[in-house]
């Protein structure tokens, strides 16, 4: 299939999307993400994602200044681009049964920022900063922000984030616990390729499961998300991963995980 805003490539188990507007620094028109989750609905037995940006940037956010969103009725348009473009593509990297990963260089900005932390690991380089600077032009956050980050880094920090509309660079998001890990620029695309390859190399209905669990348990009681863990591990136990991660445990060997 043939992508207009996004590069696809696959190494080894891995699918790398790259979003591919380098000289806007990736500005994200409604359909650079109804590519981004077309190609998430065609794994095509990849059992990982990446997700990066070409260039400079990771996404600067909707790209509001090259006329995508433009109408005599804004908020109408914003509204639609919302609901039928990019929170659709939100919610599928939440329901995807494979873990994913997020390389951000530069600016991880608005809903840039939210596709960022959508992913289970967001690796950024010493160059990547997180931006919602919809305070600065009358706009609030989209693209499931106001839910991500609360949970991520607390309300104060969040708020920081929403209502001050300020930068918040690699090293302090990994200190609030925003981010997985901070690299050297040059070494970013190694670094979350090899984590990609890793988790692609695991038990892959497990970790489908896992991170289903992980959003659910934000949202629920206690002993509902016992019952679900127990559900998932029924689940999890069928599998011929659960199988061979027994046998290679009893044989004191390294499983070697299929993803079936």
Request: charged content about 20%; proline content about 5%.
């Amino acid at each position: 299939m043939t992508y207009q805003h996004i590069r696809v490539e696959t190494q080894g188990d891995v699918l790398i999307l790259t979003l591919d507007r380098p000289d806007r620094l990736n500005a994200a028109p409604p359909e650079m993400f109804d590519d981004l989750r077309a190609a998430l609905a065609d794994l095509g037995g990849a059992r990982a994602v990446l997700i990066a940006g070409a260039g400079r940037a990771f996404c600067s956010g909707a790209d509001v200044a090259g006329g995508a969103l433009g109408s005599d009725a804004p908020g109408e348009a914003t509204y639609a681009a919302l609901t039928a473009h990019y929170n659709p593509t939100i919610a599928a990297i939440a329901d995807l049964g494979v873990p994913v990963v997020s390389a951000v260089r530069g600016p991880a900005a608005g809903i840039g920022c939210s596709l960022a932390l959508a992913a289970d690991f967001c690796v950024a380089s010493e160059t990547a900063y997180f931006l919602q600077a919809f305070v600065n032009i009358g706009l609030v956050p989209d693209g499931g922000a106001s839910w991500m980050l609360p949970r991520l880094i607390g309300r104060a920090r969040a708020a920081e984030m929403m209502m001050l509309g300020e930068r918040v660079p690699a090293a302090r998001a990994l200190d609030w616990g925003m981010i997985h890990r901070v690299v050297a620029d040059e070494a970013l695309d190694a670094e979350a390729l090899a984590l990609a390859t890793r988790l692609a190399a695991g038990p892959t209905v497990a970790l489908g499961l896992m991170r289903r669990a992980l959003g659910r348990a934000l949202e629920t009681d206690y002993a509902t998300t016992l019952l679900a863990e127990a559900e998932a591990q029924r689940s999890a136990r069928g599998s011929a991963d659960s199988m061979e991660g027994g046998l290679a445990f009893l044989q004191k060997r390294k499983p070697r995980f299929t993803g079936a």
